[in-house]
């Protein structure tokens, strides 16, 4: 099946660094790509949609400034947290739809990026 | 009002028994897919089974099978003779697929812990 790669799968970090985490489709290409964040015990909450070649949308109370999204090929999207503070710090995890799929098709997702702001 | 509504934060079920887990949700979108994720501690998003709205039979995959009541609004998650490997966090998630357009980002349910007891 369909496989989507992220990386790093935990980041520690010092507060005021900015993070980069990759979300890849190994062997599909995705022109649609989705971020989400997790708390503990919580709900996946969508953060934003990134298309191919076009600006992300992100959802209400997102700050774009604060999550950079890139989706630079049909196979890569980047998160960039940027200046990331203690709050930040969360499960960070990212799906990517096969932009030959059907309106019943499953999202593949990545492993997962556990971010912690030191 | 919650899209997806899981009432169960957590359940036990002894091993080899069956379990149900569900999942009520609300849309006015005349066409729409149901989705249910496994996620285990590791964090990855697994895919189990997808129930859409315009299917004649309940959805079953292996062990997994959809109840999928249309005008109760309700898909729960059955999952036949328990192993200790479905102890899992468990997601329920839609996806509306006339207004919610065409980029087919899924609204995930709170989830439901399951623990498998020897």
């Known amino acids: 099946g369909a496989v989507v790669s992220q990386h790093p799968s935990r980041v520690i970090c010092k507060s005021g660094t900015s993070v980069k985490i990759e979300c890849r489709s190994l062997d599909f290409q995705a022109t649609t790509m989705f971020w989400y964040r997790q708390f503990p015990k919580k709900s996946l909450m969508l953060m934003a949609t990134?298309?191919?070649?076009?600006?992300?949308?992100?959802e209400q109370g997102v700050e774009k400034d604060k999550f950079l999204i890139n989706h630079a090929s049909l196979t890569l999207s980047t998160l960039t947290v940027t200046s990331a503070h203690p709050e930040d710090s969360s499960f960070y995890i990212c799906?990517?739809?096969?932009?030959?799929?059907?309106?019943?098709?499953?999202?593949?997702f990545g492993s997962g990026t556990q971010l912690s702001v030191l | 009002a919650q899209k997806i509504t899981q009432t169960q934060p957590g359940m036990f079920v002894q091993e080899k028994e069956a379990v149900t887990l569900d999942c009520t949700y609300d849309?006015?979108?005349?066409?729409?897919?149901l989705f249910w994720y496994k996620q285990p501690s590791s964090g990855e998003m697994i895919f189990l089974i997808y129930?859409?709205?315009?299917?004649?039979q309940n959805a079953t995959e292996g062990r997994y099978s959809l109840n999928f009541q249309k005008a109760r609004k309700s898909a729960n998650l059955v999952i036949s003779a328990s192993q200790l490997g479905d102890s899992a966090m468990y997601f329920c998630?839609?996806?509306?697929?006339?207004?919610?357009?065409?980029?087919?980002?899924?609204?995930f349910g709170k989830g439901t812990k399951l623990s498998v007891k020897p």
């Open positions: 799906s990517a739809r096969d932009s030959l799929g059907t309106t019943n098709e499953k999202l593949f």
């Open positions: 998630a839609m996806r509306e697929l006339y207004y919610g357009g065409s980029q087919g980002n899924l609204i």
């Open positions: 849309t006015s979108d005349p066409s729409y897919g």
């Open positions: 129930q859409g709205s315009y299917d004649q």
């Open positions: 990134s298309n191919e070649g076009s600006k992300a949308t992100y």
